[in-house]
């Protein structure tokens, strides 16, 4: 009923530049809080970026000054410019989206299919 397309993943040079999307279809009646997490080979998942419905944003130290996390409401989209990436970036990346099907549902935390993108020269 709800689903969340992820894209804008791939192969970068240290220093280089990559724009994940991610937007979210189906049965929405409100969003909340959506961010993205990533988890590299052998490690767990961790918080990357999030940003509420009011666009207060919160990132993982490691991101600070390199990744931004913005949305686009009408669009029920959001997105993680990563810049001056680094090969400890290397991972899979997830869409985290917390939202409501209906007007009476309470609310649920939804994840994309987690793209790839590796950092290497």
């Known amino acids: 009923q709800v689903q969340l397309v992820e894209s804008g993943g791939g192969l970068v040079q240290p220093g280089g530049s990559l724009r994940l999307s991610c937007a979210a279809s189906?049965?929405?009646?409100?969003?909340?809080?959506m961010g993205w997490y990533r988890q590299a080979p052998g490690k767990q998942r961790d918080l990357v970026a999030s940003?509420?419905?009011?666009?207060?944003?919160n990132y993982a130290d490691a991101v600070k000054g390199r990744f931004t996390v913005s949305r686009d409401n009408a669009k029920n989209t959001v997105y993680l410019q990563m810049n001056s990436l680094k090969p400890e970036d290397t991972a899979v990346y997830y869409c985290?989206?917390?939202?409501?099907?209906?007007?009476?549902?309470?609310?649920?935390?939804?994840w994309g299919q987690g793209i790839r993108v590796t950092v290497s020269s």
């Open positions: 189906g049965r929405i009646f409100r969003i909340t809080d």
């Open positions: 940003i509420t419905s009011g666009g207060s944003t």
């Open positions: 985290n989206v917390e939202l409501s099907p209906s007007l009476l549902s309470s609310l649920r935390t939804f």
